[in-house]
């Protein structure tokens, strides 16, 4: 089991807007800079956000970071078919004293 | 661009070791810790510990801090993970990931190594 939450699946037809979220608590998300990451299966995964809502040199502007409280969300909007992929969530848990990442959500594009 | 290589797969018995090793270029190797990320079959990412290039200080999720042992060699800008008293359930595709900026972010990911653990 995860220490953060995410849906198993999102889907949305291509040229939508989707949303993924990332539910944690006050040790974690609510206290520390959240990364998303993209993984096509069979491959590595790829930095898509970092301090919440920041994107690395290369990451189109279609992807979008937010967090409020102890949730966070990617939005992934002009959806393509290029974009089916798993995404996780991921940050530092104070607690733990260790990087903490939700289960994933397989993302389909319709 | 920040490239990281890591060693091809591996096939171990139960109770055996490995050392995977990840090779690094295109920045300051010293400058950026690693961290080492795990994926089990058909699962999610799950992390295991995190070393700096700069000084050697590691810092472990508590469930493999008995297990694994980090080192880098700067003089050949490597990091290396070794597992010990492998079981079945360590088989999973093990990744070195370069911090983004510190270790609590998780920046850029090697290729992956299988490791597969079966008698």
């Known amino acids: 089991q995860s220490v953060l939450t995410q849906p198993p699946s999102v889907s949305a037809a291509p040229g939508q807007k989707v949303t993924i979220s990332c539910s944690g608590s006050?040790?974690?998300?609510?206290?520390?800079?959240v990364s998303w990451y993209h993984q096509v299966p069979g491959t590595a995964p790829k930095l898509l956000i970092y301090?919440?809502?920041e994107r690395p040199s290369g990451i189109p502007d279609r992807f979008s970071g937010s967090k409020s409280g102890t949730s966070a969300t990617l939005g992934i909007a002009e959806l393509q078919t290029g974009d089916e992929a798993d995404y996780y969530c991921g940050t530092w848990d104070s607690s733990l004293s260790a990087v903490v990442f939700g289960g994933g959500t397989k993302l389909t594009v319709l | 661009q920040v490239l990281l290589v890591q060693s091809e797969a591996e096939i171990k018995k139960p109770g055996a070791s490995v050392k995977v090793s990840c090779k690094a270029s295109?920045?300051?190797?010293?400058?950026?810790?690693f961290n080492w990320v795990r994926q089990a079959p058909g699962q999610g990412l799950e992390w295991m510990g995190w070393i700096s290039s700069y000084n050697g200080y590691t810092h472990f999720a508590q469930k493999f801090q008995d297990r694994v042992t980090l080192t880098t060699d700067a003089s050949t800008r490597t990091a290396y993970m070794e597992l010990r008293s492998l079981r079945p359930d360590d088989t999973a595709v093990y990744y070195c990931?370069?911090?983004?900026?510190?270790?609590?972010?998780?920046?850029?990911w090697g290729q992956g190594t299988l490791v597969s653990v079966s008698s």
């Open positions: 990931a370069r911090e983004f900026r510190d270790m609590d972010q998780v920046g850029f």
């Open positions: 006050s040790s974690n998300v609510g206290k520390n800079y």
């Open positions: 295109g920045y300051t190797f010293i400058n950026y810790g």
């Open positions: 301090d919440n809502d």
